[in-house]
């Protein structure tokens, strides 16, 4: 048994030595391209970029998150918003932002609600019809971006001829124990497997945060509304894409997620739903996931063996501390300035991986997420409970 313990341990530290070399050699840069002083004519080879926002409620620091889009270095995009309705309390944020950029044109739509749809596709869908944009760029509300964010992901464009071009995520900003959680898990389980799949195997995990989409491909598909069945609409998207013959790929842009305010309560309901859909898009991947869980498996050999392995289970929790640390401090600039965050994490990280065991056994007893206001039960590849299918609905209005 211990040999076995020894075995699996093994193979989940190479593992996590990898998401943390990887995350270490491909790191956020401040700017991603430097300052480009471009000719007229290089300018021309830049095509119009439409910037899609799905907007849903206020997220932290909403009104930065959204000037970062609007002081873009790129000669030509617009920016559309798509809301619920009018009383959503971002409309005035959104206004009273865009009234400072008039140069950049800017629009906001009142979509609806769609309750037997994925309620993102349903935006963007909307927003896809209104758009002139020759790219389309999701991103979501509590994304922020540098300057050079947009050129950079074009120039992959422009270089490959990608039709999809995702960005690893980088979380931060924390100001609570939660949001460093969250950030962190971001920062090192979300864009470390991201990073990793992609250099090691070619495997493009996309993630919504931030999507550089080719219109043209996407009609293909006859647009996003082939995907507003199903809840994990980035997934499939980069998943679609690549099995169609479509290049999908990333230069290592990175867009950054904004959580300052989350609760134990937020962190452990967010990650549960994604837990829940990558069970459902690929469960032999998701059972895997425990290997990366390593400091809950050693603890499990000490209670398995009575009290044997105390010394391997410290050991574990000192390299995996180390190894979270060492991707904190190359990737989260902006909250390695806060001592109070060094000085929370060697707690924060054996806590995370716990709650992280107890979010892995969700699935096996639920398959309803929550989702933006609601409660939506899925099925394979995400797919979306409808009536229809003779199958109890499954979204409740918050």
Known sequence: MKIAFIIILSISGVY??????????????????????????????????????PIRGVEDDLEANLESFYRLDYPVYEILFAIDDWKDK????????????????????????????????????????????????????NVRVEADTLRSLVDEYLKNGSSVIFSPIMGTCSRTFASL????????????????????????VVVGKSMLIDRLALKTFGGFKYFKDYLAEDYLIGKSFQESGFRVSTNFTWVSNISQRASLKSFFKRMARWARLRYQ??????????????????????????????????????????????????????????????????????????????????????????????????????????????????????
């Open 281 to 398: 898009l690929n469960r032999p991947a998701y059972l895997s996931e425990i290997l990366l869980n390593p400091l809950v498996l050693s603890l499990s050999a000490v209670v398995v063996s009575g009290g044997r392995f105390w010394n391997l289970f410290l050991l574990v929790a000192a390299v995996k501390i180390l190894l979270e640390y060492l991707n904190f401090l190359a990737v989260n600039a902006r909250d390695r300035g806060r001592l109070v965050n060094h000085l929370l994490f060697p707690l924060m990280v054996p806590v995370k991986d716990v709650i992280f065991f107890a979010v892995y056994l969700t699935p096996f007893f639920s398959t309803s997420v929550e989702w933006r206001g609601g409660r939506i039960r899925v099925g394979k590849n995400s797919l979306i409970y409808h009536p229809s299918r003779h199958d109890k609905l499954v979204y409740e209005e918050a």
């Open 181 to 204: 959680m969250e950030n962190t898990s971001l920062n090192f389980f979300t864009s470390g497997n991201v990073i990793s799949l992609w250099k090691l195997f070619s495997i493009p």
């Open 90 to 141: 971002a409309v005035e944020i959104i206004k009273r932002v865009s009234e400072n950029y008039p140069r950049i044109r800017t629009s906001i739509m009142a979509a609806g609600h769609h309750s037997t749809e994925n309620p993102k596709v349903h935006k963007l869908d909307f927003l896809e019809k209104q758009s002139y944009g020759r790219l389309l760029w999701v991103a979501d509300a």
């Open 16 to 53: 996590l030595f990898i998401m943390t070399f990887m995350t270490i050699i491909h790191r956020p840069r401040r700017s991603y391209g430097g300052s480009r002083k471009s000719s007229s004519r290089a300018e021309l080879l830049y095509p119009p970029v439409s910037i899609l926002k």
